[in-house]
């Protein structure tokens, strides 16, 4: 049962930042936007959160400043697609390669310094529930916020008339402008929320699962949270269970290394991505699926509005 709590525990702190970074995805992508610059957002709000965090010794000042930053990117994107019309799948790569670029820059001075963890009060206070405290305080806060956050977009997505705006400029964005709503506002706010939620995950690598800076620290996991996002079939739910199926593969390999198992930890290393390769085959193989889930107008450009 030890072993077992343990995978577990293990396996929501490694799933949690493609928890946040999925739902943004998949937010943005309801909204007919493709942002491909998830790594580089993630990377950016990384080394922001880490830097903020070693400079004020407030992590929640940092997570703060890594959600801008990876807003900031999301509103290049932004520019280049809503306003200069340029092709989302160029634009959100080079979103990529700069913001992985920027992050290394930026990152150098704090290669090899540590954070020092500190104590929280909800900690203490969770630790005093019955029979389940001792394992609720071993998860940090920012679990529990996915967790909310998850909430907050299954709400906002389908009860709310705000949402409902926003998955119909995704399905049809002349329609939407022809009753009179804002298509390119709608997919703006959709993108800066993804942005935000991209820099939150690369916040939670940075200063909670390592509290190390090292360049590429994300190792392809903005490309996973975009692969969840179509494993999940645009819901937030299978985004959810998507994230925790390759936390528990990561888990997994590092139990099974421990454990001594013969196996090259090359192949070991790899088994989350190839995981995550099969399920996409597997998805691929229904594409009546992906085509009744997938918003209309996802990736295309709108020249309704000026």
């Known amino acids: ?15 949690t930042p493609l928890v946040y970074a999925g739902l943004g995805e998949l937010v943005t992508e309801k909204s ?3 942002n491909l610059g998830v790594e580089g957002m993630m990377l ?12 004020t010794h407030n992590l929640w000042l940092g997570v703060l400043f890594a959600a801008f930053a990876g807003a900031v990117l ?16 160029a634009s959100g790569l080079a979103l990529a390669i700069f913001g992985a670029g920027a992050s290394a820059f930026l990152g150098k001075p704090y290669v090899g310094v540590a954070l020092a963890r500190e104590p929280s009060e909800l900690a203490a206070w969770v630790s005093g529930i019955p029979l389940i405290g001792s394992t609720l305080v071993l998860l940090h806060p ?10 907050g977009v299954f709400w906002f997505l389908y009860r709310t008339r705000a949402g409902l705006v926003l998955r119909a400029v995704g399905e049809s964005p002349a329609s939407a402008h022809s009753i009179g709503y804002p298509v390119n506002t709608v997919r703006l706010y959709a993108v800066l929320f993804g942005g935000a939620m991209a820099g939150i995950a690369g916040a939670y690598l940075a200063v909670v699962y390592t509290s190390l800076w090292v360049e590429g620290m ?89």
Do not use: C
């Open 1 to 15: 049962m030890d072993t077992l709590s343990a995978i577990v525990i293990a396996t929501l702190v490694a799933g």
């Open 44 to 55: 950016f709000g990384a080394v922001t959160a880490f830097a903020v965090t070693h400079a």
């Open 218 to 306: 994300t190792a392809g996991r903005g490309w996973i949270a975009l692969a969840l996002v179509v494993f999940a079939t645009w819901r937030p739910e299978r985004v959810l269970l998507g994230a925790y199926l390759f936390g528990g593969m990561t888990t997994v390999q590092l139990f099974a290394q421990g454990a001594g198992i013969p196996v090259p930890p090359e192949m070991m290393s790899a088994l989350p991505y190839l995981a995550t390769i099969v399920v996409l085959v597997l998805i691929s193989r229904n594409p009546t699926l992906v085509q009744l889930n997938a918003p209309a107008s996802l990736g295309k450009l709108f020249h309704g509005e000026a």
């Open 142 to 151: 920012l679990i529990y916020l996915s967790w909310a956050a998850f909430g």
């Open 32 to 34: 007919g936007m493709l």
């Open 74 to 89: 999301a509103a290049i994107f932004a520019l280049l697609t809503l306003t200069l019309k340029a092709n989302q799948v």
